[in-house]
T-cell receptor, first 114, second 110 residues
Framework: NAGVMQNPRHLVRRRGQEARLRCSPM?????VYWYRQLPEEGLKFMVY????????ESGMPKERFSAEFPKEGPSILRIQQVVRGDSAAYFC????????????FGDGTRLSIL | GENVEQHPSTLSVQEGDSAVIKCTYS??????FPWYKQELGKRPQLIID?????GEKKDQRIAVTLNKTAKHFSLHITETQPEDSAVYFC?????????FGAGTRLTVKP
C-alpha cells in the first residue's frame, strides 16, 4: 500500500512564476491536508480538503494561494506570483475518514524561489 | 484552531538517559493526541498516539501520558539511543483539525 505521494520533491521557481504542488493520498484515504514548514520551524496548517470540497482553509494566505482536490486525480496546491517568502517545505498528509484519525505525511515538496 | 504549547524547544541527553517532552493545549474538545518524529530533511512520522479515554500508552521505549483535566500530555523516551535524535512534534486533533506544537529538537549524545 503506497504511502502519500508528493511531487515534485524539489521545485525551483523565479519570483512571479507559478508553483503547482501535487499530492496523492494513501489508498483508501479521502481526506487531505496541506502544511507549510519553514527551516528550523514547526508545521503550520494551511488547508483541509475532501474530494471536491474545501473543508477548512483558515491557514491559507488570502491571496495567491489556492488548493483543490478534484474527483479524479491528486490534490493540487497552487501558488501564483511566487515571492521569496514562499520558500519552504510543503507537506501533504492524508487520513482515512472523518473523526480523529492519524494523518500520514508525504515526503514533502521543497520550494525554492530565486 | 487553538495553539499547542510544547517544551522544551531543545533537549540534550546522554545515551541511555530518559527524555521527556511536554505539551499543553487549550481546545477542550480535542480527543486525539499524536506524536511525530521528524529527522532532518524527512517527513514527519507518527510514532505513538493516545486518545482521550486513555491515560497512558506504551510502545517499547516510548510512552505517552495524557491528563485531560489539566490539558497536558507528555512523551517519554527511555534508554535513549543516538538514532532517537530528531525533532519531535506533539499535536492535538479535534475532528480532523490538527494543530502542532513548535517542536523539540532532541539530541542524544553517545
Amino acid at each position: 500500500n503506497a504511502g502519500v505521494m508528493q511531487n515534485p520533491r524539489h521545485l525551483v521557481r523565479r519570483r512571479g512564476q507559478e508553483a503547482r504542488l501535487r499530492c496523492s493520498p494513501m489508498k483508501g484515504h479521502s481526506h487531505v491536508y496541506w502544511y507549510r514548514q519553514l527551516p528550523e520551524e514547526g508545521l503550520k496548517f494551511m488547508v483541509y480538503l475532501q474530494k471536491e470540497n474545501i473543508i477548512d482553509e483558515s491557514g491559507m494566505p488570502k491571496e495567491r494561494f489556492s488548493a483543490e482536490f478534484p474527483k479524479e486525480g491528486p490534490s493540487i496546491l497552487r501558488i501564483q506570483q511566487v515571492v521569496r517568502g514562499d520558500s519552504a517545505a510543503y507537506f501533504c498528509a492524508s487520513s482515512e475518514q472523518e473523526g480523529n484519525q492519524p494523518q500520514h505525511f508525504g515526503d514533502g515538496t521543497r520550494l525554492s524561489i530565486l | 484552531g487553538e495553539n499547542v504549547e510544547q517544551h522544551p524547544s531543545t533537549l540534550s541527553v546522554q545515551e541511555g538517559d530518559s527524555a521527556v517532552i511536554k505539551c499543553t493545549y487549550s481546545d477542550s474538545a480535542s480527543n486525539y493526541f499524536p506524536w511525530y518524529k521528524q529527522e532532518l530533511g524527512k517527513r514527519p512520522q507518527l510514532i505513538i498516539d493516545i486518545r482521550s479515554n486513555v491515560g497512558e500508552k506504551k510502545d517499547q521505549r516510548i510512552a505517552v501520558t495524557l491528563n485531560k483535566t489539566a490539558k497536558h500530555f507528555s512523551l517519554h523516551i527511555t534508554e535513549t539511543q543516538p538514532e532517537d535524535s530528531a525533532v519531535y512534534f506533539c499535536a492535538r486533533i479535534n475532528n480532523n483539525d490538527m494543530r502542532f506544537g513548535a517542536g523539540t529538537r532532541l539530541t542524544v549524545k553517545p
